[in-house]
């Protein structure tokens, strides 16, 4: 018999991880990648092949949690690319090696 998995242990979020963003539990995977995989294009089956330690119910899970979340979640993921941005601008500049 199989034992049954509460939706809500799949997604935590602790200080010390993966700078407090949810993320998928066991995992340092957060929601925020998941929903940027998703909205590249990619099936949730196709993420759980690229990513072989997850499971579907994982996967799925994160991104329930993105879109009951999905506002503070594009605003993190704007922050990132805007972020790499930067960095890259920086580093073309010469001011970071």
């Keep these: 018999m199989s034992t049954l998995t509460g939706i809500g242990t799949l997604i935590v979020?602790?200080?010390d991880t993966c700078g407090g963003r949810p993320r998928i539990a066991g995992t340092?995977?957060?929601v925020m990648n998941i929903?940027?995989?998703s909205?590249?294009?990619m099936t949730p089956e196709e993420i759980v092949e690229?990513?072989?330690?997850l499971t579907l119910a994982q996967v799925h899970a994160a991104l329930a949690y993105y879109y009951s979340n999905k506002?503070?979640?594009d605003a993190d993921i704007a922050a990132y690319y805007e972020e790499c941005e930067r960095l890259e601008a920086?580093?073309?500049?010469g001011k970071i090696k």
């Design 13 to 15: 979020s602790t200080p």
């Design 28 to 30: 340092r995977i957060s």
């Design 35 to 37: 929903a940027i995989d």
């Design 39 to 41: 909205n590249a294009g």
């Design 50 to 53: 690229e990513r072989t330690h």
């Design 71 to 73: 506002e503070l979640i």
């Design 90 to 93: 920086e580093h073309r500049a």
